[in-house]
């Protein structure tokens, strides 16, 4: 084995594709709380799970007999304008949380993140947090150019 087979192995994910797994208890009421309140459908399902696409990215609700504790964004959606979709989402009766810690405080369901990721161009990012139908805390986020 020489160096170049060192660097291959320590990038052996580099190249995967994320794909998020979330927890349902009632998969039939996330379907309906993620068509309803969301607005997505699932592009396709097998005995126990229900696939979305989102963006170029997927996730799964599988049926699960575990529950999330929900203390910690589980998965986040990237939006090009939070508050609108904010308002979108709290029409079809999404309920955002309000956060009011040290560094961190939501108004309208809305916060301003400090720091930012150099990488993707952003000066910093303003974000949102509800949980779905089955206890998992889902985000929104709208980075800031």
């Given amino acids: 084995m020489d160096a170049g087979d060192d660097a291959d192995d320590r990038n052996v994910l580099a190249g995967a594709r994320v794909a998020t797994r979330l927890p349902a208890q009632d998969l039939d009421r996330a379907r309906r709380f993620y068509a309803e309140k969301l607005g997505l459908e699932p592009v396709d399902?097998?005995?126990?799970?229900?696939?979305?696409?989102?963006?170029?990215?997927?996730?799964?609700?599988?049926r699960s007999t575990g529950a999330s504790p929900g203390t910690f964004t589980q998965m986040a959606l990237e939006v090009d304008a939070i508050e609108a979709t904010v308002a979108e989402l709290k029409r079809r009766g999404v309920v955002f949380e309000e956060v009011d810690v040290p560094g961190l405080r939501t108004q309208g369901g809305i916060a301003e993140i400090e720091g930012h990721y150099p990488s993707k161009g952003a000066r910093g990012e303003r974000g949102g947090w509800f949980h779905d139908s089955e206890g998992n805390l889902?985000?929104?986020g709208q980075p800031l150019y």
């Fill in 45 to 62: 399902e097998r005995p126990g799970g229900l696939l979305y696409r989102c963006g170029g990215a997927e996730f799964v609700l599988f």
């Fill in 138 to 140: 889902l985000g929104i």
